[in-house]
């Protein structure tokens, strides 16, 4: 097996878990699928977040693809960047697991202005506020890591974008309008993609 087609597998399997077999689960719970879809108008940063994490979807894929064809091959890479790369694809994959899971029925793609979903602070939330995207962050790096070609790197570049625009602009004032006080401690406690870092302090 190849090395694009393996990171092409390794992808399948990684949307299967963090897409598939979440919304499977979520439904059986709750009766509803979790997606609540893009969010604002066009052009708008939230709108624009949503496009960028499915451009940064579709470019991932393409990312394998262009390089079995060999129109888009590998810039380089080695033995020690492979097991990195893995290593950081594995830890992300898991991290992604634990973090869903401990959302339970406030999990969610996308908000709805509309409901009231528990405010989550245990386990890998009481680490950092948004475990989920930092999980995503990690496993990127990774496939990155093991397939680095101009489509993987500008998929993880967009995906950096849309989650940057998803968390400041669509989910923190979301959040806040919904949890007021309790989750301004919380962010006063918690960082916001890696511990102890861009923390908001009222002080």
Known sequence: MTRPVLVLALLVTYVALAFGLRTYLHYRRTGSSGFRGISGHPISASWLGGVLFLLALVGSVAAPVLAVVELDPALGGSAALDVLGGVSFAIGVALLLWSQGAMGSSWRIGVDDGERTTLVTGGPFGVVRNPIFSSMLLSGAGFVLLLPNIAAITSYAMLLAAIELQVRFVEEPYL?????????????RVGRFVPGMARWSRR
């Open 176 to 188: 806040r309008r919904t949890h007021g006080a309790s989750y301004d401690d919380y962010t006063d």
